[in-house]
C-alpha cells in the first residue's frame, strides 16, 4: 500500500505510518503565488493501493480542496484503489436543512470526494451516523469509543462515576460508553436560542456525589461544556471530566474551557492540536493513530474493521 498525506495533520499520518511500519510517499502539496494548490506524486502509484490521511478541519476549504487534488493526481497516475482516510470530516454540522432555502453541504462534499476519484472512505466519529449514506462509495465510520474507555479505565476506575450526555441527540453515544465502563447515564437537557450558545436547563439523572464524564463527537466554541460542567457541579457533581472525539475550538474556546470548571478536556488528534491546546493546563491530547492504523490495514488486506468495535 502507499500512505499519501496532505497538510491538515503531518504527526498524525507520521504515526499512522509508524503504526503500520509503512513509510509515507514522497509527495508534494504546496501552494504558488496565488494560493492555487499545486500536488505532485514523488513516486509510482500504476496499481497501488493507495490511502490519503487528510482532515478537512481549519483552515477547511483549502484541506478540502488539498483532498480532492491528491485523489485526481493518484488517479491520474494509475492507482489501483484510492481510500480517503479523514478523520475529521468538516461539513459534518451541515446534515439537513436547517432553515428554508439553506444547503446540504455535507452532501454536497460528499459528492465532490465521489466525483475526483476516491474509491473508499474512511472516517472517525460522523457528527451523524447518515452522513454514510451521503456518499455513493463505501464508507467506513469508525468510533473513538475504545480509545476513550480504555483512558477512563485507566485514569478513572476507581471513581464511582456517571457518563453525560450534554444533549438528547448524544444519547446513543454516551450510552454506549457507560455500558463499556460500566456506569449509569445522565441527560443535560439544554435550549439552544441561538447559533454558538446554548442554556442549560436542567439535569435529568442523578449525578450526586459522583465524578461526571461528559461525552460528545465535536468540541467548538466549548460554550455547551462549559455551561454543562457548571449545571452538573450546581446538582451536586464532585468534578466533571469532557471526553470529546473531535477538538475544533475555534475562537476563544481553549481559554473558556482552561478557565471553566471542567477538570479535565480530553480529546484526540483527528485535528492537529494548536500550541494553545498544548499548553492548556486542562486540556489532554490521546492519539487515535493506532485505531486507525489498523483500520487502514484491514481495508488493505480485506478484512473484517467492523470486528474492531465487537
Known amino acids: 500500500m502507499k500512505l499519501v498525506a496532505g497538510n491538515s495533520n503531518r504527526p498524525l499520518a507520521e504515526a499512522i505510518s509508524d503504526y503500520l511500519k509503512v513509510p509515507l510517499a514522497r509527495a508534494q502539496v504546496r501552494r504558488f503565488a496565488d494560493m492555487e494548490i499545486f500536488v505532485e506524486i ?3 502509484v500504476r496499481g497501488e493501493d493507495t490511502f490519503i490521511i487528510q482532515s478537512t478541519s481549519f483552515p477547511t476549504n483549502d484541506h478540502l480542496m488539498e483532498l480532492l487534488i491528491i485523489s485526481d493526481a493518484l488517479r491520474r497516475a494509475s492507482a489501483r484503489r484510492i481510500t480517503a482516510v479523514i478523520p475529521y470530516f468538516g461539513y459534518a454540522r451541515q446534515d439537513r436543512k436547517s432553515a428554508a432555502r439553506t444547503p446540504i453541504s455535507a452532501k ?3 459528492n465532490l470526494i465521489a466525483h475526483s476519484g476516491v474509491d473508499r472512505v474512511l472516517t472517525l466519529d460522523l457528527h451523524a451516523g447518515q452522513i454514510q449514506g451521503f456518499f455513493d462509495i463505501p464508507t467506513d465510520n469508525l468510533f473513538g469509543a475504545p480509545v476513550m474507555v480504555r ?4 485514569r478513572l476506575s476507581d471513581k464511582p462515576k456517571v457518563v453525560v450526555s450534554p444533549d438528547v441527540g448524544g444519547v446513543v453515544r454516551a450510552r454506549a460508553l457507560a455500558k ?3 456506569a449509569p447515564l445522565a441527560i443535560v437537557d439544554k435550549r439552544r436560542e441561538r447559533a454558538g450558545e ?3 436547563m436542567n439535569i435529568i439523572g442523578d449525578v450526586a456525589g459522583l465524578s461526571c464524564i461528559l461525552v460528545d463527537d465535536i468540541v467548538d466554541s466549548g460554550g455547551t461544556l462549559c455551561n454543562a460542567a457548571e449545571a452538573l457541579l450546581a446538582q451536586g457533581a464532585t468534578e466533571v471530566y469532557a471526553y470529546i472525539t473531535h ?4 475562537g476563544g474556546a481553549v481559554s473558556r474551557i482552561s478557565n471553566s470548571k471542567l477538570k479535565e478536556l480530553v480529546i484526540t488528534d483527528s485535528i492537529k492540536p494548536t500550541e494553545a491546546v498544548k499548553v492548556a493546563k486542562n486540556i489532554r491530547v490521546i492519539t487515535i493513530a493506532p485505531l486507525m492504523g489498523e483500520a487502514i490495514g484491514r481495508t488493505a488486506t ?3 474493521v467492523s470486528s474492531l468495535f465487537d
Open 42 to 44: 514523488g513516486e509510482n
Open 108 to 110: 454536497l462534499v460528499a
Open 151 to 154: 483512558d477512563v479505565k485507566e
Open 180 to 182: 463499556r465502563v460500566d
Open 198 to 200: 446554548s442554556e442549560v
Open 247 to 250: 477538538g475544533v475550538l475555534s
Open 302 to 304: 480485506e478484512s473484517s
